[in-house]
Nanobody
Framework: QVQLVESGGGLAQAGGSLRLSCTASRIILSINTMGWYRQAPGKQRELVAG??????NYADSVKGRFTISGDSAKNTVYLQMNSLKPEDTAVYYCNAKFYGVNYWGKGTLVTVSS
């Protein structure tokens, strides 16, 4: 089992930056896939960025602006978000896929003002 705790959300102005953190209860190198999803009001949850086996992937809407990275010593995965836009406003969730099971954090709210 994996517990995930997100932090780093908050209010930012358009064009600004935020960094989200997701700390896992076990060694992240042992986790198959980790990623960040987001869900805006009235919309479905969508993948923002993911990392698996050293490779990364991003939603087209965040390519060039967001970067996912990890610190195995801290069991933490980060999402650096730059050039934020109002449409990035959402609850951001950390996800881990471990032996075929999906685990989720409780989410952290990101609000971007114009």
């Amino acid at each position: 089992q994996v517990q995930l705790v997100e932090s780093g959300g908050g209010l930012a102005q358009a064009g600004g930056s935020l960094r989200l953190s997701c700390t896992a209860s076990r060694i992240i190198l042992s986790i198959n896939t980790m990623g960040w999803y987001r869900q805006a009001p009235g919309k479905q949850r969508e993948l923002v960025a993911g990392t698996s086996g050293g490779s990364t992937n991003y939603a087209d809407s965040v390519k060039g602006r967001f970067t996912i990275s990890g610190d195995s010593a801290k069991n933490t995965v980060y999402l650096q978000m730059n050039s934020l836009k109002p449409e990035d406003t959402a609850v951001y969730y950390c996800n881990a896929k471990f032996y075929g099971v999906n685990y989720w954090g409780k989410g952290t709210l990101v609000t971007v003002s114009s």
